[in-house]
């Protein structure tokens, strides 16, 4: 059975379940507001497979760009650790599009409007938690790539393979 597309964005989901700004929508019915959000998802999705793919220093075992859109599922089998790791990148790309919200706004302002109304310990902070989140992704990623897909464990080189002479 393949994995589906909403089975990713459920684990993603429960990672920004307390981001008001990312679940509150006005003037939008009840299913409006579920269709932006599995759109916005959709997009994450297909980010955080880029940036899993650009990660990864080796080629992975499985092809993330082999999945079906129109019935929003990957054409194989996902294992968890791989559902996982594609959650927490759509969470970092989540709060990168904030990133750059935060520096399109910085580059806008005056320094004037800057030090009159600067929020500059909750972009300090937000900068130190995205980059956290971003070192925490490399480092599964790096883990990922060097471990066997299907035992899980990690992928070792066998001297007996080479020739020294």
């Not at 599995?38 to 999705?45: C, S």
Request: charged content about 30%; proline content about 2%; aromatic content about 10%.
């Amino acid at each position: 059975m393949s994995t589906t597309f909403e089975e990713v964005s459920n684990r993603c989901l429960q990672k920004i379940e307390r981001d008001r700004d990312f679940f509150e929508y006005y003037n939008v019915s009840v299913e409006e507001t579920q269709a932006i959000i599995e759109k916005q998802l959709i997009g994450y999705l297909k980010d955080a497979i880029d940036l899993f793919v650009l990660r990864c220093d080796t080629d992975l075992e499985i092809d993330l760009y082999d999945y079906d859109e129109d019935n929003q599922c990957f054409n194989s089998d996902l294992t968890n650790n791989e559902v996982g790791i594609i959650a927490s990148l759509m969470y970092e790309v989540h709060f990168a599009r904030d990133e750059a919200r935060l520096r399109s706004m910085a580059m806008r302002m005056s320094p004037t409007d800057l030090n009159r109304w600067s929020p500059a310990n909750e972009r300090a902070s937000f900068m130190a938690m995205l980059d956290n989140i971003r070192r925490e992704n490399e480092l599964m990623v790096a883990k990922y790539c060097s471990t066997d897909r299907s035992t899980g464990k990690r992928l070792t080189i066998n001297p007996d393979d080479y020739n020294y002479d």
